[in-house]
């Protein structure tokens, strides 16, 4: 979750906690996790707080 609050900074805790489980989850998604946070978030799209 820090890398999460380190590369999206103004994303809700919720969006974060979803970051980090998709991080931790999909392996194949990892390069993606550190140079293109954008793109995991696309896929697991937002929550209502975002």
Do not use: F, K
Not at 41 to 48: N, Y
């Amino acid at each position: 979750m820090h890398i999460g609050y380190t590369l999206l900074p103004d994303t809700s805790s919720a969006t974060i906690s979803q970051y980090a489980h998709a991080c931790a989850t999909r392996p194949d998604w990892q390069r993606d996790c550190l140079a293109d946070p954008a793109a995991v978030l696309a896929r697991i799209g937002p929550t209502p707080e975002d």
